[in-house]
C-alpha cells in the first residue's frame, strides 16, 4: 500500500462490525483507524450494545493502518467490553500495532483530562472574591513600591554619587522629552486652533470676539496644554517604560540584574521617573507656546485680530499665575506617569501575553490618574480662589 | 519493504539561505525518508534551526526548493484539503505553548482544528497524550507558567503529537533535560516512532539522544550537509566533524 496517497485524515476506510455467537461476542474491525476516522467512529461506537456476553473477542487483524486515536479507541472498546461483564479472552492485531497498543493500555492509567468552565452565581462570586483579593493585594504592593521609591529617592538625593546615574537619566530625558515635541507640538498647536475657533463662534454673537483671547489663554495655560501633553507622554512614554521593563522581566534581565548586586530601582526607576520629572514641565512650557501660536493665528484669519493686537490683550488679560498654575501639575503628573508605568513593568510575570496585558493597564492606570489629580487640582485651586 | 523506506518525505534541493548578510545554507541539497530518525548537528549559528524553518514554511529560501510530501509547505491563504500542515508536528524548543490556555486546550488545538471529535473524546486523546509524553496528570489543567521547562518541551511534544502526525519536527528536543528525562524523551521517541512509524527531523546537540534514536545524522558543515550513519561519519575526514564525535563527549557517548 503506498501510504503518501492517503491523507492522515482520509475518513472512508474505517469499519467495525459486531458478531455474536451464543455467549461470545465478537468485534471485528478493519481499514484504517486514524484520527481523521476517530470523530466517526467515536460516535457509532458509543450506540453499540456491548452487554450480555461472558467472553469476548477483539479482531483487529484487518487493520491497514493504526494511530494512536485509533488505539486508544480499541483499547475504550475493550474496556466497555470489560466493564459490561465479558472476559476478553483474544486482542488479535497485526504485529507492528502490538506496541503501540501495550504503550497505551500500559500508561494510560489518568482520568479523562476535565476542562472546567463554571457558570451561574457560583461563577460571579467567585470571581468578584478573586477581584477582591487581588485588588487588595494591589494596593498592598503599591504602598510597598512607593515607598520604596521615596527612600531610593532620598537616597539618591543625598548621596547621588552611587545611586543617581546619569547616563540613563539623560537617555530618558532625550526619549520622553525632545522625542516626544514634534507630537506634542502639532497637536497643541491644532488644539489651540480648536479652542480659538470654538470661542470665536460663541463670542461674536455678544460682540465680545476680543474676550476670545481670554478664553483660549485661561483655557491652554491653565488646564488644557499641561493635561493634552500628560495625556500624549502617558501614551507615549508609559506605555514604554511598562513594556521596556516588562520585556527586560520576561528575558530574566531584571533577575540578572539582582543576582550582579545592581539595584534594579537606581537603574530602571529612578532614570525614568526623574527623566519625565524634569521634561515634563519642559515640554508643558512647550506645548503652552505651540497652543497660543495656533489661537493667535485662528484669532488673525477668523477675527483679524493682528498679532501685536493679540499679545497686548494677552499682556493685560492675563496674569503669569494663570501660567503658574498649569505648570505646577507638570511635576506631579510626571512622577504619577512614571511610578505608573515602571510599577506595572516590574509587574510583568514571565509570559509574553502579560507584557501586553500591563502595557494597556499602564496607560488607563495613568490617563485615569492624571484626569482625577486634574480634577483634584481644580477644587483646591478654587477653594484657595487661585 | 525496502522499496516502501526509501519513500522521500521531505526533499530538499539547491537550497540557499542569507540572514543578515551572511550566507547560511549554499546549495544544499536534503532527502529524509518516511519512517526514519534524522539527526541534524552542526556548530553554532550553522543554520540547523534556520533549516528546521525553512522545511516548515517559516522561512522563505532565498534559492531552491523544499517540498514536503511533494507540496510547497509555505502556508496558503486557502488551505487545501491535505495541507502539510495536518500531517506534520511541530516541538519548538520553549515549547511555544499558547500561554492563554492550559496544557490540556494546548493539546487540543490541532484536534479542534482538524477534526470533528466530540469533547469528551477529545478530553480522553489529552489524557493518553499526556501520559504517553510522561507529564504527571494534574498538569492537564495547569497554564504554561506554571510549568518547568522540562515540562513544557513534554507539553509540547504532546501538542505536536496531538493529530497523530506523519512528520515530526523536534528542535533541540532533549536541551535543559536532567540526564534521566533525557533518557525517558529517548525511550519514548523510539517507541512512537516504531509504534506509529514516524519520520523524526530532530536538531540536536545531544550526542546520546544522536546515539539512542537517530538513524542517519545530517551534519551541516561550510553552509553545506553531510549525511551518514554515525560510523560513516566518524570516519569522514572534515575537521569539525572529526573533533565533534572524536572530542571527550563524543568519544564517551559513542562508548556505550
Request: glycine share 10%.
Amino acid at each position: 500500500m503506498n501510504r503518501t496517497d492517503d491523507s492522515v485524515l482520509a475518513d472512508d476506510h474505517a469499519w467495525f462490525r459486531l458478531e455474536r455467537k451464543g455467549r461470545v461476542l465478537r468485534f471485528v474491525a478493519g481499514g484504517e483507524w486514524v484520527v481523521g476516522a476517530a470523530a466517526r467512529l467515536d460516535r457509532e461506537l458509543s450506540q453499540l450494545g456491548l452487554g450480555g456476553a461472558a467472553e469476548a473477542e477483539i479482531d483487529g487483524r484487518a487493520l491497514m493502518r493504526l494511530d494512536s486515536a485509533g488505539a486508544w479507541l480499541l483499547v475504550r472498546t475493550k474496556q466497555a467490553l470489560e466493564e459490561a461483564g465479558a472476559r476478553v479472552t483474544q486482542f488479535a492485531l497485526p504485529e507492528k500495532y502490538e506496541p503501540l497498543i501495550t504503550a497505551i493500555e500500559h500508561e494510560h492509567h489518568a482520568p479523562p483530562v476535565v476542562i472546567e468552565r463554571r457558570h451561574g452565581i457560583v461563577a460571579i462570586v467567585e470571581r468578584v472574591g478573586i477581584g477582591t483579593v487581588a485588588a487588595g493585594r494591589q494596593g498592598y504592593r503599591m504602598l510597598g513600591y512607593l515607598g520604596r521609591f521615596v527612600i531610593e529617592w532620598l537616597e539618591a538625593v543625598f548621596k547621588p554619587s552611587g545611586n543617581l546615574r546619569l547616563a540613563p537619566l539623560f537617555h530618558q530625558i532625550e526619549e520622553v522629552g525632545i522625542n516626544a515635541l514634534p507630537i506634542v507640538g502639532l497637536l497643541q498647536f491644532l488644539i489651540g486652533i480648536v479652542i480659538a475657533y470654538q470661542a470665536a463662534e460663541q463670542l461674536r454673537r455678544f460682540n465680545a470676539e476680543i474676550l476670545t483671547i481670554d478664553g483660549v489663554a485661561f483655557g491652554i495655560l491653565r488646564e488644557l496644554g499641561v493635561l493634552i501633553t500628560s495625556i500624549i507622554v502617558a501614551g507615549r512614554s508609559g506605555s514604554a517604560f511598562t513594556a521596556e521593563i516588562g520585556t527586560m522581566r520576561v528575558n530574566e534581565e531584571i533577575d540578572a540584574l539582582e543576582t550582579i548586586g545592581i539595584n534594579t530601582f537606581d537603574v530602571l526607576v529612578l532614570p525614568r521617573v526623574l527623566g519625565l520629572l524634569i521634561a515634563l514641565p519642559l515640554l508643558t512650557f512647550y506645548s503652552d507656546v505651540m497652543a497660543m501660536i495656533g489661537g493667535a493665528m485662528m484669532c488673525y484669519f477668523d477675527l483679524g485680530i493682528t498679532v501685536p493686537a493679540f499679545m497686548r490683550h494677552l499682556h493685560s488679560a492675563v496674569s503669569v499665575n494663570a501660567f503658574l498654575v498649569g505648570l505646577i501639575k507638570a511635576p506631579v503628573f510626571a512622577v504619577v506617569i512614571g511610578l505608573v508605568g515602571c510599577y506595572e513593568g516590574l509587574q510583568v510575570e514571565r509570559n509574553a501575553a502579560s507584557v501586553g496585558k500591563l502595557t494597556t493597564r499602564s496607560v488607563v492606570e495613568s490617563v485615569f490618574l492624571v484626569i482625577v489629580l486634574d480634577a483634584g487640582f481644580s477644587i483646591l485651586f478654587s477653594i484657595l480662589k487661585i | 519493504m525496502a522499496e516502501r523506506e526509501r519513500e522521500v518525505v521531505i526533499r530538499v534541493r539547491g537550497l540557499v539561505n542569507r540572514l543578515g548578510g551572511n550566507l547560511i545554507h549554499d546549495g544544499l541539497d536534503l532527502d529524509v525518508y518516511r519512517g526514519e530518525v534524522l539527526g541534524v548537528v552542526g556548530g553554532s549559528g550553522a543554520g540547523k534551526s534556520v533549516l528546521l524553518r525553512t522545511i516548515v514554511g517559516l522561512n522563505r529560501p532565498a534559492a531552491g526548493t523544499v517540498e514536503v510530501f511533494g507540496q510547497d509547505p509555505v502556508p496558503h491563504r486557502e488551505r487545501p484539503e491535505n495541507a502539510v500542515q495536518t500531517r506534520w508536528g511541530v516541538l519548538f524548543q520553549e515549547g511555544a505553548l499558547f500561554s492563554s490556555q492550559t496544557v490540556a486546550e494546548n493539546i487540543q488545538v490541532p484536534l479542534r482544528e482538524y477534526t470533528d471529535m466530540d469533547q469528551a473524546l477529545m478530553n480522553q486523546i489529552t489524557a493518553m497524550k499526556i501520559s504517553m509524553v510522561g507529564l504527571p496528570d494534574d498538569s492537564a489543567r495547569k497554564f504554561p507558567s506554571q510549568l518547568s521547562g522540562g515540562m513544557k518541551k513534554r507539553a509540547g511534544l504532546a501538542r505536536a503529537l496531538a493529530a497523530d502526525p506523519e512528520i515530526v519536527f523536534l528542535d533541540e528536543p532533549t536541551a535543559g533535560l536532567d540526564p534521566i528525562s533525557a533518557n525517558q524523551f529517548d525511550a519514548l521517541l523510539r517507541n512512537l516512532q516504531k509504534s506509529l512509524n514516524l519520520t523524526v527531523f530532530m536538531v540536536t546537540h545531544d550526542l546520546d539522544t544522536l546515539r539512542a534514536t537517530a538513524d542517519r545524522i545530517a551534519v551541516l558543515v561550510n553552509r553545506k550537509i553531510k549525511i551518514g550513519t554515525i560510523e560513516e561519519l566518524v570516519r569522514d575526514p572534515d575537521p569539525w566533524i572529526q573533533e565533534y564525535f572524536s572530542g571527550p563527549r563524543g568519544r564517551a557517548a559513542l562508548a556505550h
